[in-house]
T-cell receptor, first 111, second 114 residues
Framework: TQLLEQSPQFLSIQEGENLTVYCNSSSVFSSLQWYRQEPGEGPVLLVTVVTGGEVKKLKRLTFQFGDARKDSSLHITAAQPGDTGLYLCAGVDQAGTALIFGKGTTLSVSS | DTEVTQTPKHLVMGMTNKKSLKCEQHMGHRAMYWYKQKAKKPPELMFVYSYEKLSINESVPSRFSPECPNSSLLNLHLHALQPEDSALYLC?????????????FGPGTRLTVT
């Protein structure tokens, strides 16, 4: 069974701090996705990482895919209250037909 | 247009009611999904439609009945639900099943069963 372990589960920080969220698996994934979800809304796709070792940047967010394509990280620099939300990593299952989600990281950034 | 719309936004229903959730996309996507999500938890896959045919049913109770009338629409018919079925129901779509790695989600329907 493919699993995605995401940590930490909860994170509460002050505005301006940096943080990193981890997504780990014992299985190889062809790609991993990161979603952000605000309360009462659906998840919004932030990025897809495909190549082992790949690094993608989206403003203050940096996404990395592990060399072996089994893990990924999301680093936020100088967090802002608008970054508050549920961050989900996801990958396609071995059948290639459904997304497997990590348990999510609930981030709260206070000013 | 990269939007998936869902109606209604909120729904309160009794355990004996019958109601339907609707989902629509006009991106030409041929795969559509229903998920159930509890608070601060990840979405759980319920059903997958591919080219208007049911492709995956994740052992969902029969009180949930999906329907895909055409390639743009996806319905979820609800009947005799239980209070534990209260959750956010999310619809998503992707270009096709082979591109399930890039799913676009709707805003969800917040369902409360009383």
């Amino acid at each position: 069974t493919q699993l995605l372990e995401q940590s930490p589960q909860f994170l509460s920080i002050q505005e301006g701090e940096n943080l990193t969220v981890y997504c780990n698996s014992s299985s190889v994934f062809s790609s991993l996705q990161w979603y952000r979800q605000e309360p009462g809304e659906g998840p919004v796709l932030l990025v897809t990482v495909v190549t082992g070792g790949e690094v993608k940047k989206l403003k203050r967010l940096t996404f990395q895919f592990g060399d072996a394509r089994k893990d990924s990280s999301l680093h936020i620099t100088a967090a802002q209250p608008g970054d508050t939300g549920l961050y989900l990593c996801a990958g396609v299952d071995q059948a290639g037909t459904a997304l497997i989600f990590g348990k999510g990281t609930t981030l709260s950034v206070s000013s | 247009d990269t939007e998936v719309t869902q109606t209604p936004k909120h729904l309160v229903m009794g355990m004996t009611n019958k109601k339907s959730l609707k989902c629509e996309q006009h991106m030409g996507h041929r795969a559509m999904y229903w998920y159930k999500q509890k608070a601060k938890k990840p979405p759980e896959l319920m059903f997958v439609y591919s080219y208007e045919k049911l492709s995956i049913n994740e052992s969902v109770p029969s009180r949930f009945s999906p329907e895909c009338p055409n390639s743009s629409l996806l319905n979820l018919h609800l009947h005799a639900l239980q209070p534990e079925d209260s959750a956010l129901y999310l619809c998503a779509s992707s270009l096709d099943l082979g591109r399930s790695d890039e799913q676009y989600f709707g805003p969800g329907t917040r369902l409360t069963v009383t």
